[in-house]
């Protein structure tokens, strides 16, 4: 059964680091590409990363969070995840992992809640 | 970077009735290998968003096939043919063609 469990949320000045992680089950992140997509309260989905091949090597991001943000993966813990840098109050909200297959998110996590607040 | 319209933002729908959502690309999504990199998804309260469509009109494994997609290269539609309480939520299109992937506003479908 496919699972991915997002954890490392929560509450962190602006200018602070957060490390999110997405722990998976019932499929090999070695093999799927991942993303993370996130959600800013009462607004809808914004993609942020995805990282799409067996290396590693193909990972693109979105212009906002260009250059703060960092994808990257255990295979060995099958775990994903999202180092987060230089954090501002736009970057508030659920941030959901989800699998890639057939060039969609496909199987997507519950999300944790990242609020970034003086 | 490729800009995804919706409309309607709002639909009230009667149970049992149908509806339609439309979903505008910036940019042509259609692929080399012949499909539509666009795909549609539904939030329902309180939950994560469920794929519901891929390349532009296959559906998901385990979605209601009252659920189906038409499309074009630039415009998209997803028609539900008799409107049911789960289908509450609301509904996204993403084009994932080209990162930076993006996402349409929302169309929230409400029952009357």
């Known amino acids: 059964q496919v699972q991915l469990v997002e954890s490392g949320g929560g509450v962190v000045q602006p200018g602070g680091s957060l490390r999110l992680s997405c722990a998976v089950s019932?499929?090999?992140?070695?093999?799927?590409?991942m993303h993370w997509v996130r959600q800013a309260p009462g607004k809808g989905l914004e993609w942020v990363a995805v990282m799409w091949d067996e290396n590693g090597q193909k990972i693109f991001y979105g212009d906002s969070v260009k250059g703060r943000f960092t994808i990257s993966r255990d295979n060995s813990k099958n775990t994903l995840f999202l180092q987060m840098d230089s954090l501002r109050a736009e970057d508030t909200g659920v941030y959901y992992c989800?699998?890639?297959?057939?060039?969609?998110?496909?199987?997507w996590g519950q999300g944790t809640l990242v609020t970034v607040s003086s | 970077e490729i800009v995804m319209t919706q409309s309607p933002l709002s639909l009230p729908v009667t149970p049992g009735e149908p509806a339609s959502i439309s979903c505008r690309s910036s940019?042509?999504?259609?692929?080399?290998?012949?499909?539509?990199?666009l795909n549609w998804y539904l939030q329902r309260p309180g939950q994560p968003p469920q794929l519901l469509i891929f390349l532009g009109s296959r559906r998901a494994s385990g979605v209601a096939d009252r659920l189906s997609a038409s499309e074009s290269a630039t415009d998209f539609t997803l028609r539900i043919s008799r409107v049911e309480a789960e289908d509450v939520g609301v509904y996204y299109c993403?084009?994932?063609?080209?990162?930076?992937?993006?996402f349409g506003q929302g169309t929230k479908l409400e029952l009357k």
């Open positions: 019932g499929f090999s992140v070695s093999y799927f590409g």
């Open positions: 993403m084009q994932a063609l080209q990162p930076p992937y993006t």
């Open positions: 989800a699998r890639r297959a057939n060039h969609a998110p496909d199987k």
């Open positions: 940019q042509s999504l259609l692929y080399s290998n012949g499909y539509n990199y």
